[in-house]
C-alpha cells in the first residue's frame, strides 16, 4: 500500500529493490543529473516483447495540497493500480499505463519538492522514452490530469510519436496561472517549466489530435489560463478542441480524471472527433474517486 508518511518525507528506492519491481514489469529506473530515481508504472494489455503499436499513458495530478498533506492514493496499493489499468484496457482495447510521478504512487522521490520543476520534466519524459523501447511502443495516447496534464502539454513541444494528447484541468500556462491565483512572489523564487512558452515548438502534425478538457469554474487552474493555452495551439494551427464541461465536483471544480481517460481511450480507439465529444458530454458528473 502506498505510505502518506513517505509521501512527505521522500521515498528512496535502491537500484536492487527497483530491479526486482522492473522484474515484476511496475517500475523503471532512470537517471537524470547523475542521480537516479525507480519511478513506478501499472500496465495492462502490453506484450511483454512488443511489438505495441499504440499504447496508452496517464500521469496523474499532484497527491498534496501542501506540505503535509497527502490525497488521492490513500488506501491503494500496487494491486489496486494495475487492476484501474486493467478496466482501462478492457474498456477501450488499447494498452494502458499509469505513470507515477516523483514521489507519488510508489515513485521514488519527494513529491512536493520536484513537481512541476524541469527535473520531474526530465524524469517523466525519460521514463516514457525507457518504456517505450523495453515495449517496443510505436505511438502514444498521452494525457495527464491537473500537474499530469501540464506535463503532457510539455511533451507535445518534445515528441513526434503522439498519435492523440488529453489534457485534463492542466496548469499549461502555468506562469499565467500564478498571476491568476495572486502567486505574483513565487514568480520570482520558484523554479518552473512553462508548457506556454514552448507553443511555437510543437510539431506540426495534423493527424494529431488535442483535448483540453476543463470546467469553466475551476478555482484551483483558473479556466482563462487553460483557454490562453488553448488558443495558443490554435493560433499555431494544431488541431485542437477545447471541451468546457460543467461536471467537476466542488468545491473547486478541478477534477476531471473520469473524462480525461475515456478521452484518451476513446482517441486511441480512433473514434470520430464529433462522437468524442457528444460521449464527453453525456457521462455523468465526475465520480468521486481516490487516484487522480
Known amino acids: 500500500m502506498f505510505d502518506p508518511v513517505k509521501v512527505i518525507n521522500g521515498t528512496q528506492i535502491s537500484p536492487e529493490a527497483c530491479k526486482e519491481m522492473e522484474a515484476r514489469q511496475t517500475a523503471v529506473w532512470v537517471s537524470v543529473e547523475s542521480e537516479g530515481y525507480c519511478l513506478r508504472y501499472y500496465a495492462a494489455g502490453l506484450k511483454a516483447d512488443g511489438p505495441n503499436p499504440l499504447a496508452v499513458a496517464w500521469m496523474p495530478g499532484d497527491v498534496m495540497g501542501g506540505p503535509k498533506g497527502v490525497r488521492h492514493q490513500a488506501g491503494l496499493g500496487v ?8 478496466e482501462q484496457f478492457s474498456r477501450y482495447g488499447v494498452p494502458f499505463i499509469f505513470l507515477g510521478r516523483p514521489g507519488t ?27 517505450k523501447s523495453r515495449y517496443h511502443i510505436s505511438r502514444w495516447v498521452l494525457g495527464g490530469h491537473s500537474g499530469g496534464g501540464t506535463l503532457a502539454a510539455e511533451f507535445l513541444a518534445q515528441r513526434r510519436d503522439l498519435q492523440c494528447v488529453v489534457l485534463s484541468s492542466p496548469a499549461a500556462a502555468y506562469r499565467a496561472r500564478l498571476k491568476a491565483r495572486g502567486w505574483v512572489s513565487r514568480l520570482k523564487t520558484e523554479v518552473f517549466f512553462d508548457p506556454y512558452d514552448s507553443l511555437n515548438q510543437i510539431p506540426d502534425q495534423p493527424a494529431r489530435r488535442i483535448f483540453l478538457i476543463s470546467d469553466p469554474r475551476d478555482s484551483n487552474i483558473p479556466f482563462s489560463t487553460q483557454e490562453l493555452y488553448f488558443n495558443g495551439l490554435k493560433l499555431h494551427g494544431h488541431a485542437a478542441w477545447l471541451v468546457p464541461l460543467r461536471k467537476a465536483r466542488g ?21 470520430a472527433t464529433d462522437v468524442m465529444l457528444q460521449t464527453l458530454r453525456a457521462m455523468p458528473m465526475q465520480s468521486d474517486r481516490i487516484s487522480n
Open 79 to 86: 494491486a489496486a493500480m494495475i487492476e484501474q489499468s486493467q
Open 105 to 131: 504512487y510508489g515513485s521514488a522521490g519527494k513529491h512536493y519538492d520536484i513537481r512541476h520543476t524541469p527535473l520531474e520534466a526530465k524524469l517523466m519524459a525519460s521514463a516514457i522514452d525507457t518504456l
Open 251 to 271: 468545491p473547486t471544480y478541478h477534477s476531471l480524471v473520469d473524462f480525461g481517460q475515456a478521452a484518451e481511450g476513446m482517441c486511441a480507439s480512433g473514434m
